[in-house]
Each structure stands twice: as C-alpha cells, then as structure tokens.
C-alpha cells in the first residue's frame, strides 16, 4: 500500500496506536495471516471461530510487520517479563486499536484506492467471475502491467488484501468481488471504485440471503452506487435482468444473440480450444480460447468488451485470449490414464451444473455427472436440485452419482425421466441411471466399479461438499490402469 503510513492508517480509521514510535513507516501489503507476513506488511487481527489473531500479533511483528490492527492489545504475560515490565514497551512495533476491525480495513483499504490513480476493473455475477477475471488480466496484459485478484480473495475480507498488493508500477487492476448477502457489495464497491464494471450473469446463487433473481440484481448492482456517471458497466447482454438494466454509466452489452453490440459468431470447439468470431464497431476478433465449453465464450466476450473499450487492437485482445490459463478447480480437464475428469469442484449453482453438464455433453465418451449438494440456495433449493437432475438425464449423461441429501434429489429426477425422452448419442444408449451415496467415503468406495475405462467425469459441487477428494480419488484410479 505505497502511500500509506502507520499513522496515516489510524487516522483514516479513527485508531489509537500503541507500542514503539515507528509511526512513518509506509506499510506495505495486508495480511492475515502471521506466518505469511513479510517486512512493512500491516497484520490485521481477525478473531475466528478457531483462533484468535491477537494471539499472534507479537509474532507477526517480530516477523517483520510495519504495524497490527487489532481490537484490543495482545496479553503480555508478567510471568515472562517480569512484573514491573510496561507492556506497551514491550511490544516489538506499534498496534492499531480500533473499534472493529473489519471495518477499520475497510477504511484503510478504501484510501489507498483514493491515493492510485490505474484504472480498476470490479467484476462480479453469479457464474464466471474467475474466469472473466483471468481473460480480462490476460487481455490487457497484452499492453498494460495487470495486477488481478489471487487465489479466491474476492469479498469483504480478501479485497482488501488485493488492493494492497497493487505496486507503483502497474497500470490497470483486475479485481474480482463476490458477494452472499445484501449490503456486502456496496462496501466492496466503496473499497475498489471501479471505473470499469463487468457482470458475467444474475444467477440462481445465494438465494437462501438474496431471495430471487432479482434481489440478485439488486446485491450485485449496489456497485454502481461506487461508480462515476462517466464510468463503464460490461454486462452481458443475453441476460434479460442485465439486458434491461437502467444505469447512469456508460453500458456496453455482450453475448451471442441479435442486439448485443459485442458479438460472439461461428463458435466451434477444436481439441482443447473454444473458437469464436468477435464483432465489435466493424471489428473482427478471431478467437481461439484455451480450454473446454462454450462458457469460455462469454468470458471471451467480456474481455474483448474491456479491450476494445480501453483502445486495444483486434490483434492484442486474440493473443490475450490465446494465452488465457484455467485456475484451480474450475473446469480443469485432466486425462487420468483411466478417464477424461472434469475438475470442477470449486462452486456450483444451478446455471453452473448446467454450463458445465452442456461442456461434458461436448466431449466423446460415456458422460457421468458426479454432484454434490448446491449449498445456500434457500426456499428453492429442493426444485433446483430437482431440476439439474432432469437436465442431466435430457442431456443423455449416461451415469449420475450424487453425494449428500440434497443431491440425492438430482439421482431420483434424473432416474423419473424415460429414456424414450433422452435423445440417443450416436447409435446405442449407455447404461443409464443414477446413484445417491450419503457422504465422500461411500462414494469413493464404489467409484472402481462404477468408472469405466476411456468415460469423461465431470466431479461438481459447492465447496462446503468436497468432492475434491472423489477427483483425487479417481485420479488414483488412473495410476492403477497405468
């Protein structure tokens, strides 16, 4: 956070400091964790519901740390410094007491953004936010020096973070900012301004807090309260709630359909790679994405919508695309040696499992679906399960195991649908039928003699489920037919 001094901190967030006098210091990143931190980073004291970070405010100070924001001062024990030591002198560098701490690195962070002056893309929706994220970054990397979010830093606890790792010399900030209740984006909005703002999808995400689609819309545009009238909103305009949005700001629309002024043609997928024509204002962008399933095409689409915008060339927004990289479990395709798996375990929601049930659709082989439960989807959340089940079954998925018992919905939708109804691939239909198993374990143990040789896996569910164990399992079932 070049800029910003200790003392400038605690008085942006209404502090009182404590501890040795080395108040100029200019902090640098933010970070929560102590054993992570490194020399002039500001260590934020978050309490957990399994620890405590004012417990290691010594350590992360003696680690390096310029400063600590904490609630209240870490205890210093007599037994080890005696009983006439002055606990203020003996801390290893100067604390920051506020009133909450979160707050207080909300505040922080917001100033920061005040004192840069890059331009900042704030992209959120409901599905596709990552990979928006990375194109986006690829995109503009062709000309600019991109700092993006890392790893899953994207709400009220990891922008901050992100914004602090912005250094002198970059030139534009992709920032990724996810939400699951009302009021959360208005203050990431406050924190990141973004001049530019992307929206991938209103989806069926979080619904147990936001209710329908169009508290959705109403969560996730609390953003443009943050954003100048002059500013730009990328939406995707095949998206009806977006399509129709009302906006002060500039609004540029992408998608595949008549209407949208940036505009995917002729997709096709090739091994490994989605391949698309983008127009845009009498410009042709030839695409060639790297990776499986049409969805890389919207991400495609909103990039290219951020490149043109900024004044990048047909020719710089195709290598960036070109040169786009998947991140972790996102629809990550590995051959095992045993079968094709689609790693895709990071999140799900009822447009995701759809997105990803058309991409396992588009590949050859036996199709099995493996889901877990789809978490916060409140009232709903029975009939959603119900649905994606009977998606899969209408989309010829040969084989679904579920886990959990919200998933256990899906196998017996997918097992109510004939298969008369299911439109046959190529000349026989595989075996055909569902499995629900109570947990991981039970699934995992019946995986050898469910999976056969040369079958694409697609492994799906929120994160609170797991699965990532069910696709190291099978990815050990390949070593076994190596």
Sequence with gaps: MFGITVSEAAAVCGGSVFGKNEYDAELKRIVID??????????VAYKGEKSDGHDYIISALKNGAACALAEHLPEITKANF??????????PGPVIICRDVQEAVEKIAAAFRRKIEIPVVGITGSVGKTTTKEMIAAV???????HKTAGNLNNTIGLPMSLSCIEPEDEFAVLEMGINHFGEMRRLGKMAAPDIAVFTIIGHAHLEFLGDLNGVLKAKTEMLESMSDDALLVVNGDDKLLRDLKCPQWKLTFGRSEGCEVRASNVRSTEGFVCCDITYDGKTVHASIPGFGEHLVYAALAAAAVGFAVGLSAGEIEAGLSGYKTVGRRLAIENTGFVRLIDDCYNANPDSCHSSIDTLSSLPGRHVCIFGDMLELGDHSDSMHLEVGKYAAEKGVDLLLTCGNLAALMADAFNSVEKSSVEEKGTTLCRFGASAFPNVEAMTEALPRLLRKDDCVLVKASRGVHLERVSEAIKLLGERHE
Excluded: C, H, M, T
């Excluded at 005696?82 to 801390?91: R, S, W």
């Design 34 to 43: 102590s054993r992570d931190v490194s020399e002039g980073d500001l260590f």
């Design 82 to 91: 005696g009983p006439d030591a002055d606990p203020f002198e003996l801390l």
């Design 140 to 146: 503009l990397g062709e000309r600019f020096r991109v």
